[in-house]
């Protein structure tokens, strides 16, 4: 419950959402992901907020094994699990939480 109001209170903060976005391309997040217009080989993050929980996001920038071992259709390729710094996964979450 925690992390989701933080989740919602930091999706709310303009500054938080635009870290997030510059962290979205300094991570290269682009070379597996796709935001607005066709994805073709590229996973589309469009609705990604709509589609799964913050907690979920959450999981996925922390621990993309084990959500990736959950899902019936397995990716093309594997997230790589990056080494965040404090309040980058914050800022990641407020940025795709816009993404409805």
């Known amino acids: ?12 903060d303009p500054k938080q959402v635009e870290a997030g976005k510059q962290l979205f391309e300094t991570y290269k997040c682009t070379k597996c992901h796709k935001i607005g217009g066709p994805s073709g080989k590229l996973q589309s993050l469009d609705g990604v907020a709509t589609k799964v929980s913050a907690d979920d996001i959450r999981k996925w920038l922390l621990s993309p094994d084990e959500m990736t071992a959950k899902l019936k259709k397995k990716p ?6 990056q080494d965040f710094k404090p309040g980058e996964v914050e800022a990641l979450m407020a940025y795709l939480s816009t993404l409805k």
């Not at 419950?1 to 709310?12: D, G, N, R």
């Not at 093309?76 to 699990?81: F, G, L, P, S």
Request: no cysteine.
């Open 76 to 81: 093309v390729t594997k997230m790589k699990k």
């Open 1 to 12: 419950l925690v992390a989701a109001v933080t989740a919602t209170l930091a999706a709310q």
